[in-house]
């Protein structure tokens, strides 16, 4: 359930920056993008314990490294993705 939630949270958070793109300044959709991207790492790195628990094929791994790595993660695809997109915007524009 921590991860339904989870990403319930990451999601609205990167939806809201994407949506409201026009309306709020860069700090706060930085601000959303890093926040929506801790709780989908949180999510996933919940998920990879859940796994982890239900195969035994690993040792359950510790939950805040996994969750920092994970974020970390995220972030680099956030920026990666916000990068191409405005390279397609200034490209068409």
Known sequence: MHFVICMFIAFICLITA???AEVFPKWFKAVLALLGSATAGYAI???IRKIAMWTKAF???ELLPTAGICA???LIIVIIVVFIL???KTKTA
């Open 45 to 47: 790195a919940i998920f």
């Open 72 to 74: 970390a993660i995220m």
């Open 18 to 20: 994407v949506l409201f």
């Open 86 to 88: 405005n390279k397609k």
């Open 59 to 61: 040792s359950k791994p």
